[in-house]
Nanobody, 124 residues
Framework: VQLQASGGGLAQAGDSLRLSCVVS????????MAWFRQAPGKEREFVAV????????VYTDSVKGRFTISRDNPKNTIYLLMNGLKPEDTAVYYC??????????????????WGQGTQVTVSS
C-alpha cells in the first residue's frame, strides 16, 4: 500500500488549504485514515482521523472548528480542509493508514502505512 500526499504550500494567516492523500495498492475503505504533522524541532503529532466508512472523526483540540477531514472511498482519497490557518500550523503533514481499533487511532505507532509528507507553511 502506498500513500501519496499533496496540496501543501505557502499560505498567509487566515487562508485555507486542502490536502489530499491518494491510496494505491490497496483499498482505502479497509483502513482508518489519519493526518499527522511535524513542526521543526518537535515530535510528530496527531491532527485528525476518520473511520473506514467516513461516519466518525476525531480532531486534536488545536484544529477543532478549523480543519475538516473527509474521505472519498471510491476514489481511494482522503482530504484535510484547513481553514483559518495560523502560523503554528506550519509543519510537514503526513497521511497515514491503519487497521487499529478506534481507541488507538491517535497513536502514530499503530499506523502501518505513511505518505511522504507535504509541507505547509503559514506566515503571519
Amino acid at each position: 500500500v502506498q500513500l501519496q500526499a499533496s496540496g501543501g504550500g505557502l499560505a498567509q494567516a487566515g487562508d485555507s488549504l486542502r490536502l489530499s492523500c491518494v491510496v494505491s495498492g490497496g483499498t482505502s475503505r479497509t483502513y482508518n485514515m489519519a493526518w499527522f504533522r511535524q513542526a521543526p524541532g518537535k515530535e510528530r503529532e496527531f491532527v485528525a482521523v476518520i473511520n473506514r466508512g467516513g461516519s466518525g472523526t476525531v480532531y486534536t483540540d488545536s484544529v477543532k472548528g478549523r480543519f475538516t477531514i473527509s474521505r472519498d472511498n471510491p476514489k481511494n482519497t482522503i482530504y484535510l480542509l484547513m481553514n483559518g490557518l495560523k502560523p503554528e500550523d506550519t509543519a510537514v503533514y503526513y497521511c497515514a493508514a491503519g487497521s487499529m481499533v478506534w481507541s488507538s487511532t491517535r497513536d502514530d505507532y499503530m499506523y502501518a502505512y505513511w505518505g511522504q509528507g507535504t509541507q505547509v507553511t503559514v506566515s503571519s
